[in-house]
């Protein structure tokens, strides 16, 4: 339903409708596979036995596991006339607010400064780290109480996003990880070499950076989209305007917005025909025989 929700959004922006962002829980969690990923680097049989829905992105990259208390998720759904062009100027105005609910929670992060090694391609988080996307956060090393040792003190990746146009509009979704679920996470993909040490050696929350709540992060991400809808936001790398970069527009912003009727009863129509069709999850678009990357 989110992944369709989030189709719909972009529908209605591309029809002149409003824009829309949003943050949302994924319940029950979920692993969604990115838009090309090989169905066979699954484990069908432990996310049904630990209740996880799978279902296939638009976007593409590796598969997520969107844990229910361990992600917070957003969307941003904008017409595609008003936003860059090119796709690195895009993503870097998209996640403004992203990187500004970093800012208000004490966390410092930031695109990653240079490439990361790759640990597993199947999954998001352990692919190599770009820095046109790729948010890492970390505290300063000093872990002494912990024992740990390594790269545990450097930082690591808490925030994965992605974009895709469609109809004349531009959708870009996001999780930014407040509590690792390492081992659940490395479950959710078939005979993954990665440990859990490993993995969070690579990603770490927000909840080990700071004394953080899970509704003061959520908070915090509704305050950020909304500051960034009104040109309010932080300033990091954008103009603070959203209509055109001379601060002479204003947004209407409706904070208590809801899908209408006939959205709900579209999006219920890609759940059942796209988002949980066997057909659509479980075979690799352009590839249905199977193999190749």
């Known amino acids: 339903m989110q992944m369709a929700l989030d189709e719909v959004a972009a529908e209605t922006a591309a029809a002149g409708g409003p824009a829309t962002v949003r943050t949302y829980r994924w319940e029950p969690s979920c692993l969604t596979l990115g838009y090309r990923q090989d169905p066979e680097t699954v484990d069908w049989a432990f996310c049904e036995r630990e209740g996880i829905d799978v279902t296939r992105r638009q976007t593409g990259g590796g598969g997520i596991y969107h844990d229910a208390r361990g992600d917070v998720a957003y969307s941003i759904a904008v017409p595609a006339a008003d936003v860059p062009g090119e796709l690195l100027d895009c993503y870097h ?90 081992e659940r996470h490395l479950g959710t993909f078939a005979d993954s070499p990665v440990t859990p040490t490993q993995f969070r050696d690579r990603v770490v929350g927000m909840d080990e950076l700071g004394d953080i709540d899970r509704e003061d992060a959520v908070a915090a991400v509704e305050a950020a989209l909304v500051a960034w809808v009104v040109g309010e936001g932080s300033g990091r790398g954008g103009d603070g305007d959203r209509e055109g970069g001379d601060g002479s527009e204003t947004v209407a912003l409706d904070r208590d917005g809801s899908w209408t009727d006939a959205e709900l009863r579209r999006a219920k129509e890609l759940v059942e025909t796209k988002y949980r069709d066997e057909d659509w999850v479980r075979t690799r678009p352009g590839n249905e025989g199977g193999g190749g990357d």
């Not at 992203?98 to 597993?120: C, H, K, N, T």
């Not at 988080?125 to 505290?139: F, I, S």
């Open 93 to 182: 105005l998209l996640c403004e607010p992203v990187l500004d609910a970093f800012d208000r929670l004490g966390i410092d992060a930031d695109y990653v400064e240079e490439s990361m090694p790759e640990l597993y391609h199947p999954a998001c988080y352990l692919r190599e780290l770009h820095p046109a996307h790729d948010v890492v956060a970390g505290d300063s090393g000093d872990r002494g109480d912990s024992g740990d040792t390594g790269s545990r003190g450097d930082r690591r990746k808490i925030a994965g996003n992605a974009q895709y146009r469609k109809r004349d509009a531009v959708i870009q979704h996001g999780s930014l990880t407040f509590s690792v679920e390492a």
